[in-house]
């Protein structure tokens, strides 16, 4: 899988290899109750991640697979041992691997429900894109580029992690049918002044509400709402003071947002109690290993959600209970991040290879 990426222009360069600096920052990390999740980690960037994707893409054209990249699919019907992909054109296939990945995940969980596919209800994450002075990352960032970080809140004993991080990178909005979203990226030859990070209370529901991705839904379409249609952002200062931010107070803090679309806000309005609960503690443990990183000038984006909580039974092999019906990446509830969708898929693409002897 790895000599793939590389065979197709990721680069061959790796961080996290440095053991000794691993031990010692997860030594550190565990003194203040972090948990340092080590391993190497190959930074593709996202301009470059673009020329990567158009390589594989010109590679399956040459060996003959039809590509169809403006017909979207509205319903998938189930014919006896078939499947019709109905769009503004209909597909026949007799194997069906479905990955619409987290932007499509509620549309396929939806279909999925409609086909008397059993699905299951996950946790998942909410939060916020916090965004700083990138020299308060550079000594973490030498060890390991996209350091994974975990911490158990004082308050609620709640598991908060961050996710994604992007030295000198950029806030961007993710937008959806019924709301909007951030996230964050970086690019290989555009640098900026900030690092960002996604800082993730993990939540899970049980017995009478478990419908997590109606909860998630429910907080962003709300978030949005008080947005005005944008992201939500806030001066760590201003939330510890207990007021909304403005462009003024915005001018005030010592670096510049690299996202300039959101509103200025109150993301306490917009975030459950709890979550923000977590969020703030989980930022007081983390200072400890990246000092400044509460500092007054410090922004958080809201809302910032992982919808992995649809979770579909699955062989080995990726294929639900309906015969040839497979699922793979974000979508299938059982993965995190382009490499394992990757996988996923490849493992649902082999099965389907193997059973028709090819």
Not at 37 to 63: E, K, N, P
Not at 144 to 151: P, T
Not at 320 to 345: E, K, L, N, W
């Amino acid at each position: 899988m790895d000599d793939t990426f590389t065979r197709f222009g990721a680069p061959e360069k790796y961080s996290g290899e440095d053991q000794k600096s691993l031990v010692e920052l997860k030594k550190d990390a565990a003194r203040f109750g972090i948990e340092f999740i080590s391993g190497r980690q190959r930074h593709m960037g996202t301009s470059h991640v673009r020329r990567i994707i158009a390589r594989f893409y010109q590679h399956l054209l040459d060996q003959g697979i039809l590509v169809s990249l403006d017909n979207r699919i509205e319903q998938i019907e189930r014919r006896e041992d078939r499947f019709l992909l109905v769009g503004r054109e209909k597909i026949d296939a007799r194997y069906l691997i479905a990955a619409p990945g987290r932007a499509g995940a509620y549309w396929l969980r939806e279909e999925a429900g409609r086909l008397g596919i059993i699905t299951e209800y996950g946790p998942i994450d909410v939060g916020v894109r916090v965004e700083f002075p990138a020299e308060i990352y550079a000594p973490i960032e030498k060890v390991m580029y996209d350091a994974k970080l975990r911490v158990r809140t004082a308050t609620y004993d709640d598991m908060v992690r961050t996710f994604c991080t992007n030295p000198r990178g950029f806030v961007v909005k993710e937008s959806y049918d019924d709301f909007i979203l951030v996230n964050g990226h970086a690019e290989n030859d555009t640098k900026t002044e900030n690092t960002n990070f996604a800082l993730l209370s993990h939540i899970e529901l049980t017995d009478p509400v478990e419908d997590t991705t109606e909860y998630g839904r429910a907080i962003a379409k709300l978030a949005t709402t008080i947005g005005g249609g944008r992201p939500i952002i806030q001066r760590l200062k201003d939330l510890k003071n207990g007021r909304r931010s403005t462009d003024e107070r915005l001018r005030r803090a010592m670096i510049s947002p690299t996202f300039t679309g959101a509103t200025p806000g109150d993301i306490s309005m917009a975030l459950p109690d709890r979550v923000l609960v977590n969020l703030r503690e989980g930022l007081e443990q983390l200072n400890n290993i990246i000092p400044g990183l509460t500092a007054d000038s410090t922004f958080l984006y809201a809302p910032e959600i992982k919808f992995y909580d649809t979770r579909y039974p699955v062989n080995p092999s990726m294929e639900t209970q309906i015969p040839r019906f497979y699922v793979a990446g974000d979508a299938s509830g059982h993965c995190r991040g382009i490499v394992y969708s990757a996988v996923s898929g490849l493992i649902a693409a082999r099965a389907i290879c193997a059973r028709e002897g090819d």
